[in-house]
């Protein structure tokens, strides 16, 4: 697969894109052993040279977990910067990654990148029912049935069915306004999460994904931070039956 010589070389650790350019622009960089000064040049099998050395091609494929931080957008759109994949070692830029499904702005936590389509496949497609797993805060004071509205399914604007199922716990009862929450679903709508707690009553203040099928994000991976997943994470991501670890339906907290 070709690739834009300043894509190319910046995927590859030599700079952004515009120092980049300027580095092919003043002779620095050569395919073949001859000079290009076209950053626009694509470069597909040839041999590129940056001051007189080699640049490694890198691996193939990877797949990473990644800690995604508020303000981070998963997008391609460099107008819509800061971009997900600046996160992503710089080593491996070269590679064709995608998110496993998305994450907004304003939300952080677990999301899979990957070089597979198969398994982003296996990770978004609705009718698998991946149950993952959302820590919020929330203003506002949340339907006194809210619980049991979130396990029926609530009918949300612009959507013509319900949503699916889902297991909303709360964590402490609600206070000036102000409450914490836990919510399990198995699908991914457009903003699900903000506009279930708006149908509800609410309005999310955070919104963090810690979980996703049974791969709870590793405690020593820092936010804005990416590493190559493990093979027993692997295993728990598409294995564990998460359906069957959700916690039994709680009880209705009480609201004033």
Avoid at 6 to 34: K, N, T
Avoid at 115 to 124: D, F, K, M, V
Avoid at 177 to 200: D, F, K, N, P, T
Avoid at 214 to 233: K, N
Wanted: net charge neutral; aromatic share 2%; with cysteine.
């Amino acid at each position: 697969m070709s690739e834009r010589l300043d894509a190319y070389l910046s995927h590859r650790g030599f700079g952004s894109r515009s120092e980049v350019r300027d580095l092919i622009r003043g002779g620095g960089v050569a395919v073949d052993d001859m000079a290009v000064r076209d950053p626009s040049r694509h470069v597909g099998e040839g041999v590129v040279t940056v001051r007189g050395a080699a640049v490694a091609d890198g691996p193939d494929a990877a797949t990473l977990v990644l800690h995604k931080p508020i303000g981070f957008a998963c997008s391609h759109d460099e107008r819509e910067a800061p971009l997900l994949h600046e996160l992503i070692p710089a080593e491996l830029r070269h590679l064709a990654l995608e998110p496993a499904g998305r994450l907004d702005r304003a939300t952080s936590g677990l999301i899979i990148v990957t070089t597979e389509g198969e398994l982003i496949h296996a990770l978004t497609n609705p009718r698998r029912k991946l149950v993952k797993r959302y820590r919020l805060s929330f203003s506002g004071r949340l339907s006194a049935h809210a619980v049991e509205r979130c396990a029926k399914g609530i009918m949300l604007e612009g959507d013509p069915r319900p949503t699916l199922p889902a297991k909303l716990v709360l964590l402490d009862p609600d206070h000036r306004g102000l409450g914490r929450a836990i919510i399990y679903l198995s699908e991914g709508r457009y903003h699900q999460v903000r506009r279930m707690i708006a149908a509800l009553g609410g309005e999310v203040m955070t919104l963090h994904r810690d979980r996703i099928g049974g791969l709870d994000l590793p405690s020593d991976l820092a936010s804005g931070t990416a590493r190559e997943i493990t093979e027993r994470e692997r295993h728990q991501l598409l294995t564990v039956d998460a359906a069957a670890s959700l916690p039994d339906q709680p009880r209705p907290q009480p609201t004033v």
